[in-house]
């Protein structure tokens, strides 16, 4: 097989297109390693180990003053939180209706209410009304509809025993 007739081949006529740009061929790779390693290069100058004399603070020989030679006072304000509390009145969050779901009725839609139920309550401990009333409306809903396809298969499976008794 010959090299220069390969598909993946250049043209021969493109042989010589980096001479014909112009462009200078690459420097030839020189190798200055002693054992393995290259030279060092000249770089940062070194810097001094250990550690200096500390720094002089206020009033001592040989330091000005501040300018005017007032002194500045400097007071710190004390850091205020706001929290809020539990809800006085709080959502209801379906906690026990979704754990009955859970385990009784439907099982994808009973861990779905119960994510939600959990999340309600802890809306109603951190006081966020909105939040808990949004995920107590959700554990609701999804506990009606888990309780709904329960009590529906639970019928047709008794239908379906007493049609293939007879």
């Given at each position: 097989?010959?090299?220069?007739?390969?598909?993946?081949?250049?043209?021969?006529?493109?042989?010589?297109?980096?001479?014909?740009?112009?462009?200078?061929?690459?420097?030839?790779?020189?190798?200055?390693?002693?054992?393995?390693?290259?030279?060092?290069?000249?770089?940062?100058?070194?810097?001094?180990?250990?550690y200096g004399a500390p720094p002089?603070?206020?009033?001592?020989?040989?330091?000005?003053?501040?300018?005017?030679?007032?002194?500045?006072?400097?007071?710190?304000?004390?850091?205020?939180?706001?929290?809020?509390?539990?809800?006085?009145?709080?959502?209801?969050?379906?906690?026990?209706?979704?754990?009955?779901?859970?385990?009784?009725?439907?099982?994808?839609?009973?861990?779905?209410?119960?994510?939600?139920?959990?999340?309600?309550?802890?809306?109603n401990h951190a006081g966020d009304?909105?939040?808990?009333?949004?995920?107590?409306?959700?554990?609701?809903?999804?506990?009606?509809?888990?309780?709904?396809?329960?009590?529906?298969?639970?019928?047709?499976?008794?239908?379906?025993?007493?049609?293939?008794?007879?």
């Amino acid at each position: 097989m010959d090299p220069s007739k390969s598909a993946t081949a250049p043209p021969p006529e493109w042989a010589g297109e980096k001479s014909i740009m112009g462009h200078m061929p690459p420097p030839p790779y020189q190798d200055n390693a002693i054992m393995g390693y290259p030279q060092p290069v000249m770089g940062y100058p070194p810097q001094p180990q250990g550690y200096g004399a500390p720094p002089q603070y206020g009033g001592a020989f040989g330091q000005q003053q501040y300018p005017g030679g007032q002194q500045t006072t400097v007071t710190v304000q004390p850091t205020v939180y706001v929290t809020r509390g539990p809800l006085a009145v709080p959502v209801n969050d379906y906690l026990c209706y979704s754990i009955f779901t859970l385990l009784c009725c439907c099982l994808p839609l009973g861990i779905a209410a119960l994510i939600y139920s959990i999340s309600a309550r802890e809306a109603n401990h951190a006081g966020d009304q909105a939040s808990a009333e949004r995920s107590s409306r959700m554990s609701k809903i999804l506990n009606h509809v888990g309780l709904g396809l329960g009590i529906g298969f639970i019928v047709l499976c008794i239908v379906y025993a007493v049609v293939l008794a007879n």
